[in-house]
């Protein structure tokens, strides 16, 4: 039983002395923290960037916009329902497969 405590106490004093020796990564961070206490503290950026982000996206050209905005259409045309009722190219149409003709309202002299 008292090895156990020993080992447990071995242990809490091995990370009190890791504790105390900083590496010299954390000792120049805090020197930073200690020299600039508002660094890192915004969880949503700097406000030059929030605003920027707030403007919109900035295109380099007409090219880039006209991209973008048909890629816009795309999304959006995937996203609407496909009606089942409509040929797409699936397979090859037979004349059984397609919808009849519609009468039309003046009669053909071919027609007969």
């Known amino acids: 039983m008292s090895e156990g405590a020993e080992e447990t106490r071995t242990s ?3 990370q009190e002395m890791d504790d105390k ?8 961070e805090a020197k930073l923290k200690a020299r600039y206490p508002g ?3 915004r969880a949503g950026g700097s406000d030059f960037l929030k605003k920027r982000l707030q403007k919109g996206q900035k295109y380099f050209d007409s090219g880039d916009y006209n991209m973008a905005k048909a ?5 959006q045309l ?3 329902p496909v009606e089942k009722t409509e040929i797409t190219g699936d397979h ?16 053909s002299k071919l027609a007969g």
């Open 12 to 14: 809490e004093e091995q």
């Open 21 to 28: 020796v900083i590496s010299p990564e954390k000792a120049e």
């Open 39 to 41: 660094l890192g503290v």
């Open 71 to 75: 890629k816009m259409k795309n999304k």
């Open 78 to 80: 995937l996203s609407a």
């Open 92 to 107: 090859i149409p037979t004349p059984q497969d397609l919808p009849k003709r519609k009468p039309s309202i003046a009669t």
